[in-house]
């Protein structure tokens, strides 16, 4: 049986559409991934009835819910009054609240504003949870059938105050039995061939299979029930993992080794090896030295505007590279289309990535279709996973 | 009397995180946009009876509800069912929905699959609305209270679908009368230092004043309700730009004159002024030129690695863009900090930016606080906001 969990987002810039609701979307995968069946999302606006209705409704339906927003000092944040209303409680004065938010000014040597001693009202009987990046408290509180905590909404107070203080807690008050989510992560297959591929996979009833498809990259998943052993988990990876190949570049949830996103991948053979790395891009013109800006293993940076491209400026920029780095690996971009091609998502453009070593050249032709910043994410991922390629010892 | 509409997102994959859910977004705005008040999102996982649980919910409190995804051919695409379950109504066999779907497969030369043929099966008794670029049908059907459209989870298909077919219908059923937003864009002015300008400004009640912040950008925005008339708009609008001064750089929701983002604002004086740029990034490392591809204007970058930086390096560097572009205007990045300096999250950095003409010379310092990615979203935008403010004939 599993343990229930709903997540409750307050706020009108949130039911208007002007942000993007990640708060929602990271507390559903981390509730997800230590074994919450997920039922549900909800976000209201900033009416008190309404958001306390909502509490009672999730009340009689979930075993758990965060809640984020509505903690901030103005009129129109009503969380605490909202679950006070909700559950026929009143709101109590917090002093140790009190103290935590003036010293938060404090320390940054301003005065508090009055508004912000709101903040430091409770719904009674709550138990407080402090914030140590900003001024709200969070609190939790049951009512009904539900645990209600309550974050601000701002994600880097929320992630704060949720990893530090409310995940360590929850296996203590949840019996909870997670799925095991393994996601192959895949780079230059499509999402029909991976699905050609893997056609006459038999898995078991009980595992689920799914498909998620991000720039130029498809993630395979693979959700495992939690009285699967390691030993079956790594036999039917390694079966999926056979019947894909070497596209698939990460393993993620099996164990440490190998994870993380291509760049992760590649910073990690770049260190084994002690390779370094000269750079020069034309269609994604800049995307990538900026993405590998913190690598110590990138030395140098060059672009080739597409309007400006030809094969005596290629070689010309490339003899400065070798010249000034013998010793480094070389990836390159070279492209014969015109801007106007490039930028046309109607229109296929062929990108042509090199590979020069001290011993040895490598390259591949590559077909790049979308729009202009469709095609400049292809580029920069095709080009770094050429070089994984190239240091994973794999067929170039 | 405001129309209440809320948004209903279907979907184990965005309950339980795996992807954002950009299209309740979007939907928020469009309906905000043309005079909706919007009351609630919610999200359910493929469960048929915690499904129509919902649409019983929602029929009983709105007025008007999109709902998207779970429309697809698969067994868990319940959308259909669940709202005919609702409704006590059965699914309903529509030869034309077949039709349109069989001709989409046949359009592409392949042969539909017969899991296909459930998506032909709607409530009885709803209106459908076809699928110009993929093969779900969608519906709308009155229950209770609320008018319910059912929609693709499907991006491209849902924005098609909702522009082409449900918004033209919509002030044709309800009596909308919108608010009037405008956005004043600032950029190089915190949130704090705004409502430190704006403190005295004093708005009628029924004007809503409000705040958004992005990376490096911070959008102040006036709600104004329907009654108020053009003339009073452009009034309190100067009102507010007279208090925030050349930190606008644009102003969105007044006319269409001036609007979009940075670089559409400067894209268009570069233009006017028929002006041609260079470009030498360090702390945004390749961020800028990444995203000015496009621009006809852009004549050439350059990068210079924060390892390599020297003040001989930068020298030469812009000797070689200037003889070879010397009617352009140079836009340079030059910072002599390091890189683990630029990547400490705790650590300012000095950023000065040069522009050269080929009369003058100017050159600003800017601070830079925050993660890497955030000083390089800064860096690229001051700069950018540099040449703006140079365009624009403001003070440097």
Redesign the interface.
Known sequence: MKILAEIY?QGE??????????N???????L?TIGFK????????DHLQ?LAD?FVEISKRADFCVCTGGLGPTSDDLTAAALALASGLELAFDADALANIESYFARRHRPMPETNRKQAFLPQGSVRIDNPVGTAPGFSLQLGRCLFVCLPGVPTEMKAMFTQSVLPQLPLKFELKPDRLISLRTVGIGESAIQQALKNLQLPDDVEL?F?AALAEVQVKLLFPDYYTDSQIHSWVDTVKGLLGDEVYAIEGLDAAVSGDLLAVIDNLMCLHQHELVLM?SV???????TC??K?W??????I????YSESEYRRHLEILQTQYPEAIGLTQSCQHT?AEI?DPNQTITLRICLHTPALDYHKDFVLAGS?NYK?QQAATYTLDFLRRYLSNLCL
């Open positions: 987002s810039e949130v039911v208007t559409g002007q942000i993007l609701d990640s929602a979307t990271w507390l559903a995968q981390q997800q997920l039922k549900r999302h909800t976000t209201v606006g309404d909502t799914g998620r891009e994604s013109f800049g995307l990538l030295a900026h800006l913190l110590s990138l030395k140098h940076a060059i672009l505007h597409p309007q400006e801007l930028a202009l400049q």
